[in-house]
């Protein structure tokens, strides 16, 4: 009898303590793009963890956090609310990442008049919206002004300015990432007069006589390139593509050095930061409850971030008024799923494939036979 009395007291007991843990809060995880410093992460962690204690914070380096995304995705270990370039919205939709706002913006903070066209349009995906703009900035030519006293304003300039820094033994192009190199080729194909995609979006465009035109063009001006990532900003150099927030970052990095940036023959592609939940979150309320606070609080990060808030009036810092233009004129990226692989993979491997020599059109008609597998045939709107 001794026995079960005893028993029964342990359990009574034990009761409690079950039921505290099974209402203990679940934390809510958080990747953030890194800033430029420190400082800036520490004040973002504060400000967070005075909204909520139960966020845990991560910052991932901006080179990394679509490569991160996608590999913590796969192994099911994805952050309940993420950091992310636009760009890869689309691919994460389609493969269910992506948790659909639609209806939880309908009665949110977050209101669509104040945010900018452009960058609202870039988190959509089949007239859904997937993510919260936070940040824009877009892609431009950059130029080492101790290299080249005036920027090449058109393709052939270019190449003329690239062929006579060859000469002198002063490399073109710094090392760039694959997306970059496509940025570029779209760049001069557009200024050819082609595309990537034919009117409707549905198909790809680049095999025709401008695009092999372009790729030609592209590999000229990259064949001097240089096998170092920050080439431009030492002097070895004098090109790259970069946004208006990855020159600041440059300038600080080489403070001697004179980094001028100059529209990209024409494309004004926008680059939209957003904020995004997880699909698998499990406390999606208060996942959606961290993006809106984020989502209001983009005044202040932006300046943190040293950054354009996606605000219906974008207010230029003082040294960067001509990009400013540009960023009012940009469009978001092509409205198709599969788009980030071809700007990651396809695209950058024609253009290394040509440079050794491949005929210009085989390695055309191959890129846009893998890529087209992974295209899916209609618009996000």
């Known amino acids: 009898m001794k026995k079960w009395i005893c028993l029964l007291l342990c359990l009574a007991c034990a009761l409690p303590f079950a039921g505290c843990s099974h209402e203990k809060p679940t934390e809510t995880r958080l990747w953030l793009i890194s800033p430029e410093n420190v400082a800036a992460e520490e004040e973002i962690t504060a400000m967070i963890g005075e909204y909520d204690g139960g966020v845990s914070v991560s910052f991932v380096p901006s080179d990394e956090i679509d490569a991160r995304?996608?590999?913590?995705?796969?192994?099911?270990?994805?952050?309940?609310?993420?950091?992310?370039?636009?760009?890869?919205i689309a691919d994460l939709a389609e493969e269910k990442q992506l948790l659909d706002l639609s209806v939880r913006l309908s009665v949110s903070k977050v209101k669509k008049d104040d945010l900018s066209e452009s960058a609202r349009r870039a988190c959509l995906y089949q007239g859904k919206p997937w993510a919260v703009p936070l940040f824009c900035d877009v892609y431009l030519l950059a130029s080492n002004r101790a290299l080249v006293a005036t920027a090449p304003q058109t393709t052939e300039q270019l190449k003329a300015v690239c062929a006579e820094l060859e000469k002198k033994g002063i490399q073109s192009f710094e090392k760039?990432?694959?997306?970059?190199?496509?940025?570029?080729?779209?760049?001069?194909?557009?200024?050819?007069?082609?595309?990537?995609?034919?009117?409707?979006?549905?198909?790809?465009?680049f095999t025709s006589e401008s695009g092999k035109a372009a790729m030609c063009d592209c590999v000229a001006?990259?064949?001097?390139?240089?096998?170092?990532?920050?080439?431009?900003?030492?002097?070895?150099?004098?090109?790259?593509?970069?946004?208006?927030?990855?020159?600041?970052?440059?300038?600080?990095?080489?403070p001697d050095a004179e980094i001028g940036l100059d529209p990209l023959f024409g494309l004004n592609r926008l680059q939209t930061t957003a904020l995004a939940v997880n699909a698998k979150a499990p406390d999606q309320k208060k996942a959606f409850a961290v993006l809106e606070f984020l989502q209001g609080k983009t005044e202040k990060l932006s300046s943190l971030y040293k950054t354009y808030p996606a605000s219906k009036e974008i207010k230029p810092l003082p040294s960067d008024e001509d990009a400013v233009v540009q960023l009012a004129q940009a469009r978001p990226a092509p409205d198709l799923c599969g788009y980030d692989t071809l700007l990651t993979t396809y695209l950058p491997a024609?253009?290394?494939?040509?440079?050794?020599?491949?005929e210009i059109g085989t390695v055309l008609d191959e890129a846009a036979q893998s890529a087209a597998q992974n295209i899916w045939k209609g618009k996000r709107e």
């Open 69 to 88: 995304l996608r590999a913590a995705a796969e192994r099911g270990d994805a952050p309940d609310v993420m950091m992310l370039y636009a760009d890869a």
């Open 176 to 205: 760039m990432n694959p997306e970059r190199k496509s940025l570029l080729y779209e760049a001069v194909l557009a200024e050819k007069g082609g595309a990537m995609l034919n009117a409707r979006k549905t198909k790809l465009e």
């Open 221 to 254: 001006v990259l064949e001097n390139a240089s096998d170092e990532k920050d080439a431009m900003g030492a002097g070895k150099a004098a090109f790259s593509v970069m946004t208006t927030l990855e020159r600041r970052g440059q300038a600080q990095k080489y």
């Open 350 to 358: 024609a253009i290394d494939k040509a440079g050794k020599g491949v």
